[in-house]
């Protein structure tokens, strides 16, 4: 099986490229100019990897053409909830418009079995805890301009199913996080910010945002996991929600990894890290993915924490 993944090179992109090569897959996949690609130096003579941007059509399209995919997954996007309130034009151009560019040119393809589209629980926007868990067919209300461009993207593939009969399946992936993810997102930030402490030798502090949120949060091997069990088993048309299904707040992940360290850790509440908008509670109801896709996730919160802070200790 021939396998295309948009933004290969990316956190998600590389633990999907090691997962699919583990099951057989024939990898190919695209980079922007300049990006690097440390987090698949181990795999770099397995896979193939073209230079395009989302949003360069003949670019892109050279590299589908070359690459004859069976199965396409799109995980290109500009994806930091804070970052997209200060770039929300960018936001929209690379999700949105960077999506319809890759179906326009899959619609000519005489290979694709499957496309595999993944979308973000940001696209549901703050419901009342008594709608928790949050189910696929649920309304999307979305409250930051990352969540609309990922919204719009969303319908605009369920659209492409409905048109041009692309074999489109939308996944709604919840918070994951583990080794290789960078700065700009909750888990990371403080890991990164752990890890300076820990070498400085002295006591230091960490700067927070709201950690009163409560999030579902997963471990990316799960996901990708799950990505690749959407493209076997999933329905085209269809959404399934990839999540772990249970909620903490942010203060209770932040407790846990200082916990894993023996640094003298004071936390600051900063005003810059507060968002416009905030979301207070995201889980999700992967009963429909367990049922139809087989998702079964494996990795307990405490390791994914601990590889990822291990990952922040050596880079």
Same mark, same amino acid.
């Given at each position: 099986m021939r396998a295309f993944i948009t933004g290969i090179t990316g956190f998600a992109g590389s633990h999907l490229a090691e997962n699919l090569l583990n099951h057989n897959y024939e990898v190919f996949g695209t980079s922007l100019m300049g990006e690097r690609r440390d987090y698949v130096a181990g795999i770099k003579n397995a896979i193939s990897i073209a230079t395009a941007d989302i949003n360069d059509a003949r670019a892109l399209k050279k590299a &589908?053409?070359?690459? #004859? =995919?069976?199965?396409?997954?799109?995980?290109?996007? $500009?994806?930091?909830?804070g970052r997209s309130f200060t770039v929300p034009v960018d936001t929209m151009t690379i999700n949105l418009m960077g999506t319809q560019n890759l179906y326009e040119i899959l619609r000519d393809s005489k290979s694709v079995q499957k496309? &595999?589209? &993944?979308?973000?629980? !940001?696209?549901? *926007? =703050? $419901?009342p805890p008594a709608k928790m868990p949050i189910k696929p067919d649920y309304p999307l209300h979305p409250v930051s301009p990352y969540g609309a461009s990922k919204a719009a993207?969303?319908? $605009?593939?369920?659209q492409y199913f409905r048109a041009y009969g692309l074999p489109i399946v939308r996944i709604r992936a919840f918070n994951h996080t583990g080794p290789r993810q960078g700065t700009g997102y909750v888990i990371p930030d403080f890991c990164s910010q752990i890890t300076r402490i820990e070498s400085s030798g002295r006591r230091g502090t960490i700067k927070v945002g709201d950690t009163s949120a409560r999030r579902d949060?997963? !471990? &990316?091997? !799960?996901?990708?996991?799950?990505y690749r069990q959407a493209a076997a088993k999933g329905k =085209? *048309?269809?959404a399934y929600i990839l999540a772990s299904g249970k909620a903490d707040s942010i203060r209770h992940y932040l407790k846990l990894l200082t916990n894993m360290s023996t640094a003298e850790i004071d936390i600051k509440i900063a005003k810059e890290l507060l968002r416009p908008v905030e979301v207070p509670l995201l889980v999700g109801s992967i009963a429909k993915s #367990? #049922?139809? $896709?087989?998702?079964? =996730?494996k990795y307990k919160?405490?390791?994914t924490l601990l590889d990822t802070l291990d990952f922040w200790r050596k880079n």
């Open positions: &589908v053409t070359s690459a #004859k =995919p069976q199965v396409v997954f799109h995980l290109a996007a $500009l994806a930091a909830v496309i &595999v589209f &993944v979308s973000s629980a !940001d696209i549901f *926007g =703050p $419901l993207a969303d319908i $605009l593939s369920y949060i997963s !471990d &990316v091997r !799960d996901i990708v996991n799950g =085209p *048309g269809e #367990k #049922k139809e $896709l087989g998702y079964n =996730p919160i405490e390791q």
